[in-house]
């Protein structure tokens, strides 16, 4: 598969790039356990609200400062294995100026136990700039489904360094349970780069002998493809449905039908039908066979049945496909492909019985335009019902201006 590398980050880069994980991970607060118990232990732990190492506000001294030496000491006595408690005295004595190094140890040696204690390990592995304790701590939190709105931004930032994507692979590539925690969120990937860290991230999953499931693909399609770098999305596409034809996929509806049985949302490459006021489009199976059907009362020009194609520029020829009776209403509605700059529309030609065959009016000057079926003015308040067997598009030598 084709993609383009991500070049390692120069040092100014890498410094904001720290900073940035830093930020990501200071932010990594825990929810409020109120002191409500009369255990010594029970409200040390209680307390972890304020343990954040990266949050260090006069809230949390303050509500560090309740608890004196001889009650720390008391609990960590009665309980040295108790991460959380031993979180909280770390965070009390680094708000006095000690150093929590040596704390950390200690925490590190207790496990995945105490997420207020694996906050603050992120945070002591970023400022050591400690990838892989970064890692580890991230995958212990997934694994849990612990903390999930801020390990995944962290994760994603990391995406972005050659050498960490590489060891994100590692830990991804031999549980698909973190896969498919971690691959469907997007809504992170909003910049190019990031973008192309997750490509390179499905990728290298995919050279490393993985097979993705659709599950873990399809929210990437849809963010490639909402960012229009369409050669990338149809590549995951691809990767999910080898063999897909081109330039039109799912010709003869089936998986269309199968999608819609599943109540599956369709991407970027699916054919995506409409309904509206006046107006219905939809795919089923009759007799082993998927077709698509359009009802409509002839009002308005709306817009039936949309996919984004593969097409390139240049001309193309266009059959539809059903029998003369589903066929019959065909002069009702029009096909077209559309480019940011311009419609380009079918025109039809002479075929034979059982086929309706079109050619570009004019060549398409884009790749990947969008292929629609939509209705024609019409002049009078005829009800229409087409039924579709398939719709094949093929490229054909270009056209002169006059279609001839």
């Known amino acids: ?63 560090l400062r309740t608890f004196s030496d001889e009650d720390v000491e008391r609990v960590l006595s009665a309980n040295p294995l108790y991460q959380r408690t031993l979180n909280v005295a770390m965070a009390r004595h680094a708000g006095r100026g000690d150093s929590y190094e040596p704390w950390i140890a200690q925490t590190s040696r207790l496990g995945w136990r105490d997420t207020a204690a694996l906050q603050n390990l992120i945070y002591t592995a970023a400022q050591r700039e400690d990838f892989t304790a970064i890692l580890n701590i991230s995958e212990a939190l997934m694994r849990r489904q612990q903390l999930m709105d801020r390990v995944i931004p962290l994760l994603a930032v990391m995406e972005q360094e050659p050498n960490l994507r590489s060891a994100l692979v590692e830990r991804l590539a031999p549980v698909p349970e973190l896969r498919l925690s971690y691959l469907p969120n997007t809504d992170i990937l909003r910049e190019p780069i990031q973008l192309s860290a997750r490509y390179q991230l499905i990728d290298s999953l995919q050279r490393a002998g993985i097979e993705l499931s659709w599950a873990e693909l399809a929210n990437n399609i849809r963010a490639l493809a909402a960012a229009k770098d369409y050669d990338r999305a149809f590549a995951l596409f691809t990767m999910a449905r080898p063999g897909t034809s081109r330039p039109l996929a799912d010709t003869g509806f089936l998986q269309a039908t199968t999608d819609k049985a599943a109540n599956a949302d369709p991407v970027a490459f699916e054919w995506q039908t409409m309904t509206g006021e006046g107006y219905n489009a939809s795919t089923y199976m009759q007799d082993g066979d998927a077709l698509l059907e359009i009802r409509w009362n002839g009002r308005g020009v709306p817009v039936f049945v949309r996919q984004r194609s593969t097409a390139e520029p240049g001309s193309y020829a266009l059959q539809i496909d059903g029998t003369a009776a ?15 700059e311009a419609a380009i529309p079918f025109r039809r030609i002479e075929s034979e019985a059982g086929l309706a065959s079109f050619v570009t009016a004019r060549p398409v000057p884009c790749s990947y335009p969008l292929f629609e079926v939509v209705g024609a003015v019409q002049s009078s308040r005829e ?21 001839g």
């Open 1 to 63: 598969m084709a993609h383009e590398k991500t070049e390692p980050l120069h040092p100014s880069q890498a410094r904001r790039w720290i900073a940035l994980l830093l930020l990501v991970a200071a932010m990594l607060a825990v929810a409020f356990y109120g002191l409500t118990t009369y255990n010594q232990t029970q409200r040390l732990a209680g307390a972890r609200v304020a343990s954040s190492l990266g949050m260090r506000t006069p809230q949390n001294a303050a509500i």
């Open 326 to 340: 589903q066929l019959r209403p065909l002069s009702a509605f029009s096909f077209r492909l559309v480019c940011e």
């Open 383 to 403: 009800t229409f019902d087409l039924i579709i067997s398939s719709i094949a598009m093929t490229r054909i030598a270009s056209q002169g201006a006059n279609g």
